[in-house]
């Protein structure tokens, strides 16, 4: 497989990953607000403009958005996100970003893909900034979240399992780590700097669960619990809940095994990354729940966040052109 069509698989994956965290992201900040509604009441303007900027500030994109923008207020802040073109990691970029590499790719792949992503496309380009608003962002985000549900499930169920698909998956749960991370920070930051352990952080945790999907077979798995400490541990170290971090990791690794390689020297730097994972996985593996609920500073989700970027650049130099990564 020509490299190109490595790293426009690898990102097709990572584009469609990210426009479903987009809406995960917003979702889970309306979970907040309605749970802090309980909590509080009577908040300043300025306090309600410090929680939208904890969406920027999830993405990394403070400095961009306050070059375009003057304040931190829904309107402004979902726009950024979802329909800026300016923003090249708005949710409308990203479907546009996959959408292009697919493009270059139609030969190679089910035809179900194009006509998902092609349609997904279409529909975002046709929404305004008040349609945000209009009806409940709860229905917006949540058709945002089926479109990428679909492109998923014709993958899944139509792909043939060679490079191609293997690829696309490669990006899809390296994203996927890395967005599980970055919604945890936020809301750790949300806890007012006290960590998991304060008496507050059960509301946050709780929309955490809520935004990844995970409540009711977090409720299923845990029975009657509802402790801080074991929503943590299901949300980083469970092993079997699709969207922790644990199971991203062992999918990426499976997947990077699956790769079916000719060429001699670079088996031997496939190997290195699978290694270099492996490494990862071992972090997560030697973790407790009482490790990550005492760590107030957050310094355990910050070092598994660098260790996940790390391996995008790593991939990228393993498996695309040496200096041409994409963003």
Request: hydrophobic share 40%; proline share 2%.
């Amino acid at each position: 497989m020509l490299n190109r069509n490595a790293e426009a698989l690898f990102w097709i994956g990572r584009y469609m990953e990210r426009a479903e965290n987009h809406a995960r992201l917003i979702d889970v900040h309306y979970h907040l607000q309605q749970e802090e509604l309980i909590l509080t009441t009577g908040e300043e303007p300025v306090e309600t403009m410090c929680k939208w900027a904890r969406i920027v500030d999830a993405l990394g994109s403070r400095h961009a958005f306050e070059q375009q923008y003057d304040s931190y207020d829904e309107q402004e802040v979902l726009m950024y996100v979802t329909l800026d073109r300016d923003n090249p990691n708005s949710l409308v970029s990203c479907v546009n970003h996959a959408r292009n590499n697919l493009r270059t790719l139609r030969e190679k792949v089910p035809s179900e893909l194009w006509d998902t992503i092609n349609g997904f496309y279409l529909w975002l380009r046709e929404k305004q900034a008040k349609d945000l608003t209009r009806e409940s962002p709860h229905q917006f985000f949540g058709q945002t979240k089926d479109w990428t549900a679909l492109f998923q499930g014709y993958s899944q169920s139509v792909m043939p399992r060679e490079n191609e698909w293997h690829f696309i998956e490669c990006g899809r749960y390296l994203e996927r780590a890395e967005n599980t991370l970055r919604i945890l920070q936020a809301v750790e930051h949300a806890a007012e700097g006290e960590g998991w352990n304060s008496a507050n952080a059960y509301p946050y945790l709780n929309a955490v669960l809520k935004s990844v999907s995970g409540y009711q077979s977090f409720r299923r798995y845990y029975l009657d619990s509802v402790a801080v400490e074991a929503i943590v541990e299901f949300v980083v170290l469970n092993p079997t809940f699709p969207r922790s971090v644990h199971f991203a990791l062992q999918e990426l690794v499976e997947h990077i095994r699956a790769l079916d390689l000719q060429d001699k020297q670079l088996r031997a730097a496939h190997d290195r990354i699978i290694r270099q994972v492996g490494k990862v996985i071992a972090d997560i593996g030697c973790l407790e729940r009482d490790d990550l609920v005492l760590d107030r500073e957050g310094h355990i989700t910050a070092h598994l966040l660098s260790a996940c970027e790390s391996l995008g650049v790593a991939f990228a130099k393993t498996f695309f052109r040496m200096g041409e990564v994409s963003a």
